[in-house]
């Protein structure tokens, strides 16, 4: 089945808009506070850099070049998609409760 047009440029912009909201959220936690780290600090770094790195790979996938003409990468991308939010927004949870 085809993906619906606009798809490639949704997932795009949806990944980039995460992206921008992650970054935000790392700077407003205090990243470059001169405190000491605690193992909470670390999960939280560890969680959003594998958001962003699941994230950065949106684009790189849904513009991956494919055999057939059917087979677009749209639902791998959906994916990384997902799991790059929740693995933002497990970050931001992680912060808020510790």
Do not use: H, N, Q
Request: glycine fraction near 10%; charged fraction near 15%.
């Amino acid at each position: 089945m085809r993906a619906p047009s606009g798809a490639v440029a949704g997932l795009c912009s949806a990944s980039a808009t995460m992206f921008a909201v992650g970054m935000a959220f790392l700077g407003y936690w205090g990243l470059y506070e001169p405190d000491d780290w605690r193992s909470a600090d670390l999960v939280i770094v560890i969680l959003a850099l594998a958001g962003f790195a699941a994230l950065g790979s949106v684009p790189w996938i849904v513009t991956t070049p494919v055999a057939d003409d059917g087979e677009e990468k749209v639902i791998a991308a959906r994916r990384a998609l997902a799991l790059g939010v929740v693995l933002i927004w497990l970050s931001v949870l992680v912060s808020v409760f510790t």
